[in-house]
């Protein structure tokens, strides 16, 4: 009964807040009006990255990359409700759990919270499925200067099993703000295929050096 009510005080004040880009129309899809939410640089197709098919919301470009910028480094959590519906409006694979990237505990000091397990939280609620963070991440090192082969084993040393994590599934949903070489994403699926996981997805909210293209599924 406390969720309902929630929901509807929710609605409710949305329904009289102003659009969170333009600032001018009301609020209509996700804290944005319906105008602008058509208008983000929607990409909704398959990238590949280390052999690796990511779906992949958006373009990184205005207003995506502003957005995601200062929803992840300057604490503007008004945004998660938009990429969390980013995320959830793509045709997600069925899956047990979703999997936020883990960020390093430096990282988590630095901002005060992982950015993609707030979205995940969101997806979770409105999936009915858990989140699940069997992995954790050990300090974050530049990539700068390294080959293709080193980064890979850079960022695969970083991601560390939970052996006490005694949840198990099969198939699960990898979620990631943005794919840049696919690096980090492989190092998860490595670790996921460790601990038995069959069927491993990956869903980003955007992606650079994609060819442009309209999606039809705004």
């Keep these: 009964m406390l969720s309902f009510i929630n929901q509807l005080l929710h609605k409710g004040i949305q329904s009289i807040s102003p659009c969170l880009l333009c600032g001018i129309d009301r609020q209509q899809q996700h804290s944005l009006c319906s105008a602008c939410w058509q208008q983000l640089p929607w990409y ?9 098919n990511i779906l ?13 910028q200062t929803y992840k480094y300057e ?10 519906h980013s995320l959830l409006s793509l045709r997600l694979s069925k899956v047990q759990a979703i999997v936020p990237m883990p ?48 980064r890979l084993e850079n960022i695969e040393d970083q991601f560390q099993i939970i052996q006490a994590e005694k949840r198990k599934y099969k198939k699960a949903l990898i979620i990631d703000d943005v794919v840049t070489t696919g690096s ?11 601990l038995g996981c069959q069927q491993i997805y990956t869903a980003c909210i955007a992606a650079g050096g994609i060819k442009s293209q309209i999606s039809s599924e705004n």
């Design 44 to 52: 909704k197709q398959h990238i590949q990255r280390h052999e690796h």
């Design 103 to 150: 960020i390093s505990t430096e990282r988590l000091k630095e901002r005060g919270y992982n950015q993609m397990l707030i979205i995940a939280k969101i997806m979770a609620t409105e999936l009915k499925i858990p989140v699940w963070q069997p992995v954790i991440r050990a300090a974050q090192h530049s990539q700068k200067g390294l080959s293709r082969l080193e």
């Design 75 to 84: 604490q503007q959590l008004q945004y998660q409700n938009l990429l969390a």
């Design 56 to 68: 992949c919301a958006h373009h990184y470009d205005f207003p995506i990359n502003h957005i995601i």
């Design 184 to 194: 980090s994403i492989h190092a998860l699926h490595q670790a996921l295929q460790h």
